[in-house]
């Protein structure tokens, strides 16, 4: 084999090496562990919660609500102020209902199968012969569906009694179980209800923890996957920093990637706030730098949609919003977000709108924010008719900023 053959196999030996580099044909996500800052800075004070509740029959209810909102801000590192403490912060949870209920829906499915037989005359073996006739058969199956709901809205309150937050707890659950599936019983539903709504209220005053779906890149680092998944990302960025920078940009943005991915990881898993400020502030220089150096990958600049990662955003736009969280919070200001929607609703002259909100919502602001906006707007002109909610809808403004705006036309 002559040298120069030798040479041309290495390259292409070396550059198939380097081309192996991305997330392969079937991608791998793996479900990462968050810890998200309060919503508002107001410090882990002593808070009070109280609950109250229209339907007596709720009343048990509206009380597990309350302990779990108690138990949650406890793990958050807050304290519960004693029943004749008036607390530093109070927070009142109105729940106006929670339900759930199973029915049943039928459908007609066909399937392929033996319907009869016949006849056949054999030419070759001179004989009649029985045949199996198939065809398509249609079946009527019975489908369970789960549904629940939970009404009801929360006040944040300081010492003095001024809300300084408020917002809806209203959720929906609707699913559809084909026989053979697990279906949820009505009773996990209203646990689930429950559990997301005292969720929503403590995320407002202490950290929690959530979870989102992560696209890992294969290649190089295909044998670290196990390390994300098992959420060891001290491992795993350990791992990925052991590779090699490719001297082609486009496979080292996958490398960039990687580290973004295990600096992120590690910065959630770490109690020290300046040392997660660190890590996140390198994991997003290191998802831009691996949006510059391939930018024809989209997995680098677009959300992963799943069950975990709804919401979450693209990676570095995630990364960008948490760093800033982080920042806010251990600086103890009050978070620039709010201050927005603040300055917003403060300093226009005309009352707040439909056609606000809905450019607001456009704009990329935040629930939260909208939800800010409509309680601290001093004049709202609010049209809640049904065709204006419907437009309100189509144009992108959820469901929980709408219930703000009836409540707070409710009020007026």
């Not at 220089?285 to 510059?292: F, R, S």
Request: hydrophobic share 40%.
């Amino acid at each position: 084999m002559s040298r120069t053959l030798v040479v041309l196999l290495s390259l292409c030996i070396a550059a198939s090496a380097e081309a192996r580099e991305g997330f392969g044909f079937t991608k791998k996500s793996v479900v990462m562990d968050v810890r998200n800052p309060p919503a508002l800075n107001l410090g882990a004070r002593r808070v009070k919660v109280v609950v109250e509740s229209e339907r007596s029959a709720d009343k048990d209810d509206a009380r597990a609500l309350m302990r779990l909102t108690e138990e949650l801000i406890l793990n958050g590192g807050g304290t519960i102020a004693g029943e004749k403490d008036r607390g530093d912060v109070v927070i009142k949870l109105a729940l106006d209902r929670i339900e759930s209920h199973e029915s049943w829906e039928t459908k007609t499915e066909s399937s392929y199968e033996k319907i009869g037989e016949k006849q056949v005359y054999n030419e070759k073996k001179k004989k009649n012969e029985t045949k199996d006739v198939y065809g398509n058969v249609p079946r009527t199956v019975q489908i369970k569906v789960v549904t629940g709901s939970l009404s009801g809205a929360y006040d944040i309150a300081d010492r003095s009694g001024k809300v300084v937050d408020s917002g809806s707890l209203s959720q929906e659950f609707r699913q559809k179980y084909d026989k053979g599936t697990n279906a949820a019983t009505p009773t996990e539903i209203e646990d689930d209800l429950m559990s997301d709504a005292a969720l929503a209220v403590a995320a407002r005053l202490v950290p929690t923890r959530g979870r989102v779906a992560v696209l890992v890149p294969k290649g190089s680092f295909e044998s670290y996957i196990p390390f994300a998944e098992s959420n060891t990302w001290d491992r795993y960025l350990a791992s990925v920093e052991a590779v090699k920078p490719k001297k082609d940009a486009r496979q080292e943005a996958y490398r960039q990637y990687a580290l973004a991915v295990g600096k992120e990881g590690l910065a959630y898993s770490v109690d020290d706030r300046a040392r997660t400020i660190e890590l996140l502030r390198e994991a997003v220089g290191h998802y831009d730098n691996a949006i510059t150096g391939n930018p024809a990958e989209k997995i680098f600049r677009e959300a992963y949609s799943s069950l975990f990662s709804r919401g979450a955003g693209a990676p570095l736009p995630r990364a960008q919003a948490s760093l800033t969280a982080f920042e806010e919070w251990s600086a103890g200001a009050p978070s620039s977000r709010t201050a927005a929607v603040r300055t917003a609703s403060t300093t226009s002259v005309p009352a707040l709108s439909n056609q606000t909100l809905i450019e607001m919502s456009k704009a990329g602001l935040a629930e939260e924010n909208l939800i800010l906006a409509i309680n601290e707007a001093s004049e709202v002109d609010f049209d809640t008719s049904p065709n204006a909610l419907i437009s309100l809808a189509k144009a992108g403004v959820s469901k929980n900023v709408i219930a703000s705006m009836q409540k707070k036309v409710s009020r007026r």
